[in-house]
T-cell receptor
């Protein structure tokens, strides 16, 4: 039981490049979330999903797209990376019956130069 | 709007000192949860505690204790006899129901605790 995993762990992008961050969970959780953490800040919600095929915007969705084609995976895409997207990205998941218990992945550190 | 304030940006103590991390929150919800997370230098988030808004009992777990006071909208965290391994960033968080379903966590900006030997 790996819990929540994130791929990659680190990445450096040039401005304008695109990439996809993968979050995978093996706990059969219905809900999945993407947060970002900037220096001196707590985590902020980017997008979330309450089930396969559904996604919704969080607090800071601009510049990101997401997809949830399979229940266990939640993808976060950056179509044209900007330096302002330099951050640590955390994925989390939870059961529908207990949405308050969120399991976090180890994070992906992304630098956009 | 939901908000979590951790007024202490950085705290430095010497080993064996007690330290209290403050957390004040604002919410319009009648039912909510409060959390504390630890983020060590390695970067992962370590869950410490979750507290339901209906349960104002203080909690103690080893050297850690939490004081929840609804009257002052505070959920403070005390480490007794601090150790170097307690050095980390500590986040307080508040639950917020989302439009579709699910729950977001609203985080404070964190308090960096440095414990020296």
């Amino acid at each position: 039981n790996a819990g929540v995993t994130q791929t990659p762990k680190f990445r450096v992008l040039k401005t304008g490049q695109s990439m996809t961050l993968l979050c995978a969970q093996d706990m059969n959780h219905e809900y999945m979330y993407w947060y970002r953490q900037d220096p001196g800040m707590g985590l902020r919600l980017i997008h979330y999903s309450v089930g396969e095929g559904t996604t919704a915007k969080g607090e800071v969705p601009d510049g990101y797209n997401v997809s949830r084609l399979k229940k266990q995976n939640f993808l976060l895409g950056l179509e044209s990376a900007a330096p302002s997207q330099t951050s640590v990205y955390f994925c989390a998941s939870s059961y529908r019956g207990n949405p308050y218990e969120q399991y976090f992945g180890p994070g992906t550190r992304l630098t956009v130069t | 709007a939901q908000k979590v304030t951790q007024a202490q940006t950085e705290i430095s103590v010497v080993e064996k000192e007690d330290v209290t991390l403050d957390c004040v929150y604002e919410t319009r919800d009648t039912t909510y949860y409060l959390f504390w997370y630890k983020q060590p230098p390695s970067g992962e988030l370590v869950f410490l505690i979750r507290r339901n808004s209906f349960d104002e009992q203080n909690e103690i777990s080893g050297r850690y204790s939490w004081n929840f006071q609804k009257s002052t909208s505070s959920f403070n965290f005390t480490i007794t006899a601090s150790q170097v391994v307690d050095s980390a960033v500590y986040f307080c968080a508040l639950s917020e129901a989302l439009d579709q379903a699910g729950t977001a966590l609203i985080f404070g900006k964190g308090t960096t605790l440095s414990v020296s030997s």
